[in-house]
């Protein structure tokens, strides 16, 4: 477990052990101890820290409902109904387009939201791609992106997505914010990623050098630092679909791609999905 500790509030990063590489976010109001749960998908692991911090689950926020990501929901809930009366336990927030596919205590949430935790106020936006509900959550300097943006790479559209809405998200939503936003995605992927980037573009000198020191994190079992919105640019291909580079590598790649951004977001994602 990796812990940001600001003066109004605290931020857990939990990569859960036998998964996908999933990352689960504890995000709490550090005057209240009111928390939220991010994505949780082992209930037991984020049960024991919420315990050893002293925390109360105010929501468990779903970013989306794939099932690695929403599999905690119903123990947690179990636990703070258990000891809390029904007005103050646990709620389930996710987009109103699932809201069959979790448990029923939930809300809806949406772009434009603000969900209260305490005196903090995280704000909702909508990133669909991955999937048609997914959202992003925004605290201060903080995103917390699910499977829409990874560092070096993007959520797949496997899964009920949709590349040209992941597009979208990308050129519209994501690269407008502030560089400075630290990106806290759902899934370690990065060594990969940045082995792909490479290949795209072998000589990117920031993908180059991000891979030394996620590597030299890896190897002595540290958690891979967090890069900011500014940093994914410099060396991750999906927002870097105007750079000259990668617009030749795709098209020596994908010569069917097609001109323009768009169109070379597209070939990068399926080129992604063949790369072993
Ligand atoms: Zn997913």
Redesign the pocket.
Known sequence: MEIRDKDSYGIARVLIEQSDSNYNYILWCTDTRECAVIDPCDARTILEIVQRLGLRVKYIINT?T?P??IEGNDAILKVSLQSFDSSSAAKILVHPSRKQHVAPRNEPIDEGDVVEVGALNIRVIHTPG??PEHISLILDDCIFV??TIFSAGC?NVR?RGDVDALYDTFANRLTPLPDNLIIHY?HEYTEKNLRFALDIEPLNEAAASKLVVVRAALSKGEYVPLPTLGEEKTYNPFLRVEVPEVIETVKQKVPEAGHGPRNVFKALRGLRDEWV
């Open positions: 989306h794939h690695d990501h991955h999937c699910g499977d959520g899964f759902g």
